[in-house]
């Protein structure tokens, strides 16, 4: 049952986000602030120098509205597959992951698939449709053809639940991660995170986001490719030796080769699994990625790499997780040994169930890569946290006001000057949010984030391109169906009726809704379109014909400005 | 406005577009290879998140002499199956459906 308890809380937290720390719940409460990482703080200040400097060229060139959200599409698929391999691989998955092989070997792998299986799917469904329909935003996709402000307006709430949500869980996490790492005091590191998160979204727009992107999951590959080598090179490449070492001295022994606690509630196990395919497909900061590139070409180009990118690193982490086993568990100095010399080798490492990778680094490579290491978790937090305040800004600037509020009669000028405030006003709620929720257990934000994108964005955005039946208020209903039903069964699952407001059964008994909210989005969705019999409706579906063309051939899609 | 017009007036007649044989090759085509190859993915990691749940046993069979079990095995399978499909998709787009694609557009433009 502890298991299962530890999985379920791992499973929210681990899905994208870095809220490694949080993760770990009772384990990390009290966070030792170490003594300051030289090393560390040398690279990440450069990170950070380099960054900046990238957001100042950035913000010389870009004028318009089309550089400020979608970087003028000028990103080469490359650039713009590392960049979505940025925006995926947070702090959480890389430390999280590796934490979660650490302490229960095979399991931490139905993660890492869990997550990658969704991006064969927004492939060959949505990338392509995404790239010729919409311009900045997935909302400009979902309202294509439908009523804007209602449409719109859904559209808008479900990226700022799900930015909202997924940026808390980043904040506690890095706070906690950074004053783990670093020394740094916890509401320092939130006000680093928060303001520099602010000038690359607000003075560099898409250009500058992209380039921390870029640059974070290079740095993050060379990380996790050199931790996995060293790992490798010490058996001599004979994974089977390692299996071998690790079955020896972890205390599940044999067990860590199999599926563990996972099979005790088969339901919440399929309910994530749904949840972690299809959120991807409806995560807004994924889904502006694609107006970045030239052409449906290019975005899928994008998402092939990308994908390539993220399946390498998700093996990495399974062996970076093994190679903490063999590594970590022996050595006592890694944990917090009672007085009697004893020491549980998977609940008392220091700092957390989230630290193997941090722990791994340091040692092979001594305090210089320890620090290496650490800059990288830094910059990554960094990287998503900026991705994520992009998507919130456009959803406020673009969508609610340029199109609901100013009904399409503001000036791009005026759009974009106020997408830099919203990303402004973000930024310090996030700090805010940030600093409330310190001692909180936030685990279960990421599992609603990705609930609601899985519930609401995704049923949305794919109806509206697929079905010609769709219909504004069918849209609207479906949608909100969803976003409310998952919001609901978090709330009355055991993540927060039981562990934060302190019930003592959970109303709703699994882990992740997405099974059941999914579901209800696109019934709602088909059922009340098909029941909609209004003038509008008929003309909607009128419309779909010449949406349709242009989805399928690009026939008059947004083309990036030249320069 | 920031709009630009929602519907293609570029494409000057959706119609005509859904009537060209070209374009209805190229939507059959592309349509059934990429739900298919949907389904596939999904049947995949179905299969694999049932067998972690129901089926315990048989994922934590050895292979071969070593500790390696089928589960391990099964899992990275996935992961690389996931990828290879990926790849087989933009393999075809890149040739087939950007061809067809091409020859739309220009038969339009006449």
Known sequence: MRVLSRLAASAALLIGTATAASAAGPDVAPVQQQGLNVTAIVIFVAFVLLTLYITYRAAITTRSAGDFYAAGGSISPLQNALAIAGDFMSAASFLGISGLVFSSGFDGLIYSIGFLVGWPIVLFLIAERLRNLGRFTFADVASFRLAQGPIRTLAAVGTLVVVAFYLIAQMVGAGQLIQLLFGLDYLYAVVIVGVLMIVYVAFGGMKATTWVQVIKACLLLVGATLLALAVLVHYGFNVNAMFADAIAIHPKGDAIMAPGGFVKDQVSTISLGLALMFGTAGLPHILMRFFTVRDAKAARKSVFYATGFIAYFYILTFVIGFGAITYLMPNASFFKVAADGHYNKITDLIGGANMPAIHLSNAIGGSLFLGFISAVAFATILAVVAGLTLSGASAISHDLYASVIARGRSTEAREVRLSKISAILIGIVAIYLGYVFQKQNVAFMVGLAFAVAASCNFPVLLMSIMWRGTTTTGALVGGLLGLVSAVVMVILSKAVWVTTFGHPAALFPYDNPALFSMPLAFAGIWIVSTLDKSKRAMAERAAFDAQFVRSETGIGASVAQAH | ?110
């Not at chain 2, 996935?78 to 075809?92: D, E, N, Q, S």
């Open chain 2, 1 to 110: 406005m920031l709009q630009k017009p929602l519907l293609p007036s570029e494409a000057a007649d959706p119609q005509a577009m859904l009537r060209d044989p070209t374009f209805q090759a190229l939507v059959r085509e592309r349509s059934s290879f990429a739900w298919s190859l949907s389904i596939v993915m999904i049947v995949v990691y179905l299969a694999f998140i049932f067998a972690v749940a129901f089926a315990h046993d048989a994922m934590a069979t050895k292979i071969g002499a070593g500790p390696l079990t089928l589960g391990i095995v099964l899992g990275l399978a996935v992961i690389i199956f996931a990828f290879a499909l990926t790849g087989i998709y933009v393999a075809r787009a890149n040739t087939r459906f950007d061809d067809l694609t091409r020859t739309v557009v220009k038969e339009q433009a006449r």
